[in-house]
């Protein structure tokens, strides 16, 4: 499967940054780590397409989607969702969104990851209640 590693500075210093000042419109994403079951957070950028939420991994195989895979059950921002995978043929739509949304600051993931299939996508359905 398709994976771009995020280099330290990103990984130590910029997704921390994003998560405590929403740097670029992200939000951030609690998973449960598959192994030790503790919580994974991750900056996001959640986009919006025909009245529904999706997120996208524009790094490919991510442990956060390798985690949503294992518990779909997951948390933006103080919203809980679970988490449905769109199949590879459904993406085009959300992903030209996203890209929009997201502008050049992504542009590189899709130039290194160009197939639709290389990038993860996933609904997210709110759960209500407590």
Do not use: C
Request: no cysteine; aromatic share 8%.
């Amino acid at each position: 499967m398709a994976y771009l590693k995020p280099p330290w500075f990103t990984k130590a210093v910029f997704n921390r940054i994003a998560m405590a000042l929403g740097v670029g419109g992200s939000q951030t994403l609690t998973v449960t780590r598959r192994v030790s079951r503790q919580p994974q957070r991750i900056p996001v950028i959640p986009v919006d397409v025909d009245n529904n939420r999706y997120l996208v991994s524009t790094r490919g195989e991510t442990e956060w989607v390798r985690n949503v895979r294992a518990d779909a059950n997951v948390t933006l921002g103080n919203a809980r969702y679970v988490a449905r995978e769109i199949p590879a043929q459904d993406r085009e739509p959300i992903l030209t969104a996203y890209r929009k949304k997201a502008g050049r600051v992504v542009k590189g993931y899709f130039a290194e990851l160009p197939q639709d299939a290389d990038h993860p996508v996933f609904l997210l359905t709110p759960v209500s209640g407590p």
